[in-house]
């Protein structure tokens, strides 16, 4: 998240932040192993067993914002459209899971980029993709 400071700004701290500079917020914390344990490495039930633990019920869902997690902001400048952008994600991933059947090709292991301050999935990868048999129609 990388924004222009519209005007001169003194942090509580003391530090200064001139007009015109360019700031970015970390996103380093998303991927700390101590809050995220292996973080490099997918797994799907990682927010579901983060749920389970006593004090992360709630932090743990999809729309919610947190310092660990700043995938839609945080604080009074968190995306007002969240709410509605997980409900249209979860929509067409369900329906993407339900017409397709998705697999890497065999023996590929994929990579992580790291460019900069982001962490981003290789673009270069292949997915084989085939539309299933239908069960159910939709």
């Known amino acids: ?3 222009k400071a519209l005007d ?3 942090l509580h701290d003391g530090l200064e932040i001139p007009k015109g ?3 970015c917020v970390s996103t380093h914390q998303m991927w700390d192993p ?3 344990p292996e973080p490099e490495k997918f797994d799907g039930y990682r927010f579901l067993k983060r749920s389970q633990i006593q ?3 709630k932090d743990s869902q999809f729309a919610v914002t947190s ?3 700043m995938g839609f902001g945080y ?3 968190a995306c007002p459209g969240r709410f509605f952008a997980v409900d249209v994600i979860k929509i067409a991933f369900c329906h993407m899971l339900l017409k397709y059947d998705w697999k890497l090709p065999e023996g590929y292991k994929p990579v992580v980029l790291k460019i ?3 962490l981003q999935a290789d673009p270069t990868a292949k997915l084989l993709i085939r539309r299933r048999q239908e069960e159910i129609t939709l």
Do not use: V
Request: hydrophobic share 35%; charged share 30%.
């Open 21 to 23: 500079a360019f700031i």
């Open 67 to 69: 310092i660990d997690h």
């Open 1 to 3: 998240m990388r924004r």
């Open 8 to 10: 001169d700004i003194k």
């Open 55 to 57: 004090g992360h019920e």
């Open 116 to 118: 900069g301050l982001r």
């Open 34 to 36: 101590t809050i995220y």
């Open 75 to 77: 604080g009074t400048q």
